[in-house]
């Protein structure tokens, strides 16, 4: 894919970098999907991971937006998503009690290594636990993230096969 070919999702609504759920608007419920099938084309997967029409009270995704808003040639002003994250609780592993996993995430190839990841992660850590775990399989970005960010349970991962238990540490850890 191309970096060319990927329009951002802009709006002219009220909209702030944030948690979506499913109770939120359905515009920025729609801003998380378009950003969830550039991570399906991107990593070429057979479906997108969010849905529009989702009811389940078991997830939290994030949108990550510009932070300059754009102005457009017709005078329009808005903002530009730039990406997203999806957390959701529940059971992942046999041996492990519930907590929230960082299913996927996906920015825009020119908002990578910025730092703008890093600014949030200790937020992400204060919400969901430092227990929470990013579901794999983990790009070689992430995982380099991780070894330098990550919490010592969240770099164990990096050591476990993708089919694997969770570590040992996250086998008595409840969500916080």
């Known amino acids: 894919m191309s970096i060319n070919t990927i329009i951002l ?10 948690y ?14 378009k950003i969830a099938k550039f991570f399906r084309r991107e990593f070429q ?17 994030y949108l990550f ?11 329009e002003t808005g903002i530009e998503v730039i990406g997203a994250c999806c957390f959701r609780y529940g059971k992942r592993y046999a041996d492990v009690s519930e ?6 995430i996906w920015l825009h190839p020119y908002f990578r290594n910025t730092g703008r990841l890093k600014e949030i992660w200790s937020k992400f850590i204060n919400d969901f636990g430092n227990n929470f775990l990013p579901e ?3 790009s070689h970005a992430m995982q380099g993230f991780l070894s330098k960010y990550g919490t010592d349970e969240q770099r164990y991962c990096l050591e476990c096969p993708k ?4 570590p040992k540490a996250a086998t008595s850890r409840a969500r916080q």
């Open 99 to 104: 907590r929230w996993f960082l299913q996927w």
């Open 20 to 33: 979506v759920t499913c109770k939120s608007p359905k515009y920025v419920k729609n801003m998380v999907y």
């Open 45 to 61: 997967y057979d479906f997108t991971q969010f849905h529009l029409d989702e009811k389940a009270m078991d997830y939290k995704a």
């Open 136 to 138: 794999p399989p983990l």
């Open 65 to 75: 937006t510009d932070y300059k808003a754009y102005h457009s040639i017709s005078g």
């Open 9 to 18: 999702p802009k709006t002219t609504k009220f909209i702030h970098e944030g």
């Open 163 to 166: 089919t694997a238990t969770a």
